[in-house]
C-alpha cells in the first residue's frame, strides 16, 4: 500500500501529534518509565497519554489518525496497546513530499 501524503499532511496537522510522532523517535529517552523494550515493542498509549496529558479517548483518537496516515503502527500485548513508528513509511512520505515542492 502506498502512503498517502494528504493523509500524512492532514495526520501531522496538529501539534501534539507531531510531538507524540517526535517522541516515538527516540521511544527510550522520552518514555524511560515503561517497562518494556520500546524499540521492540513501542510504547504502550497509556504512558503515552501521561506524556500528553490529555484523556485517553483523545490520544486514542490522535494515534488512529497518525495509524491510518501509515506513520504509526500498533502491536497489541494483552490488554495494552503499543506504538512505534513506521520508518519505511515515513521515508517514503518524506520522499514523496519533496518530489512534490
Not at 501509515?70 to 518524506?94: C, D, M
Amino acid at each position: 500500500m502506498s502512503i498517502d501524503v494528504s493523509e500524512a499532511l492532514k495526520a501531522l496537522d496538529n501539534p501534539t501529534r507531531l510531538a507524540i510522532l517526535a517522541w516515538l523517535k527516540d521511544p527510550g529517552k522520552n518514555f524511560p518509565e515503561q517497562d518494556v523494550d520500546p524499540d521492540e515493542f513501542g510504547v504502550c498509549v497509556s504512558i503515552i497519554q501521561e506524556r500528553v496529558g490529555l484523556s485517553q479517548s483523545t490520544v486514542s483518537l490522535y494515534l488512529a489518525a497518525l495509524q491510518r496516515a501509515q506513520l504509526v503502527t500498533s502491536r497489541r500485548i494483552g490488554p495494552w496497546t503499543y506504538y512505534k513508528r513506521h520508518e519505511k513509511n515515513i521515508a517514503a512520505f518524506l520522499q514523496k513530499l519533496h518530489e512534490l515542492i
